[in-house]
T-cell receptor, first 112, second 116 residues
Framework: EAQVTQNPRYLITVTGKKLTVTCSQN?????MSWYRQDPGLGLRQIYY???????DKGDVPEGYKVSRKEKRNFPLILESPSPNQTSLYFC???????????FGPGTRLTVT | AQSVTQPDIHITVSEGASLELRCNYS??????LFWYVQSPGQGLQLLLK??????LVQGIKGFEAEFKRSQSSFNLRKPSVHWSDAAEYFC??????????????FGKGTLLTVNP
């Protein structure tokens, strides 16, 4: 089944403890992106990757890192999480721009 | 930079009634337009998209949307709503955005409640 998977789906952590949210797609898509969704703010792009080894900042990149060593994987790294990063995170992929993006199921992160 | 406005934060309709969700966008050229639906606890699912051509596009689950260039709108419609349509709906604009980026810019969403 063609899909975007994210792990973990739920995570509660403490301030400053490094964490990684994994994202993987099995559709051989070139483009991948991370979004965060907050009430009243909608979805905002954190980072994107046009293809392997090419990543760049979106609208809200502060406090996040990404890497794209393989086409299928695009992990999101929070080196020192803070409470303002409590949010619902979505990974998405697209065959290439400007085609539609397919979204993962989301990761709900709580930082205390 | 592109922007998307969904004027209605929350809409309530009765089952079987017709539905129209509004979406207005701001972009200098013809953008790529999308409607996504998010059910509680779920990710976003693509309902339909507009790239070019016929301005009335059909999607899944009986939804359709019409692109009106003169009004910068891309409203979503369904002739008869089912209880399972209760969800949050997001309009999105896809366009180049600085450097090599291409991104989706989302509206803030419209929450649809369906009364029995």
């Amino acid at each position: 089944e063609a899909q975007v998977t994210q792990n973990p789906r739920y995570l509660i952590t403490v301030t400053g403890k490094k964490l990684t949210v994994t994202c993987s797609q099995n559709m051989n898509h070139e483009y991948m992106s991370w979004y965060r969704q907050d009430p009243g703010l909608g979805l905002r792009q954190i980072y994107y990757s046009m293809n392997v080894e090419v990543t760049d900042k979106g609208d809200v990149p502060e406090g996040y890192k990404v890497s794209r060593k393989e086409k299928r994987n695009f992990p999101l790294i929070l080196e020192s999480p803070s409470p303002n990063q409590t949010s619902l995170y979505f990974c998405a992929s697209s065959l290439q721009v400007p085609y539609e993006q397919y979204f993962g199921p989301g990761t709900r992160l709580t930082v205390t | 930079a592109q922007s998307v406005t969904q004027p209605d934060i929350h809409i309530t309709v009765s089952e079987g009634a017709s539905l129209e969700l509004r979406c207005n966008y701001s972009y200098g050229a013809t953008p790529y337009l999308f409607w996504y639906v998010q059910s509680p606890g779920q990710g976003l699912q693509l309902l339909l998209k507009y790239f070019s051509g016929d301005t009335l596009v059909q999607g899944i689950k009986g939804f359709e949307a019409e692109f009106k260039r003169s009004q910068s709108s891309f409203n979503l419609r369904k002739p008869s709503v089912h209880w399972s349509d209760a969800a949050e709906y997001f309009c999105a604009v896809g366009a180049p955005s600085g450097g090599s980026n291409y991104k989706l810019t989302f509206g803030k969403g419209t929450l649809l409640t369906v009364n029995p």
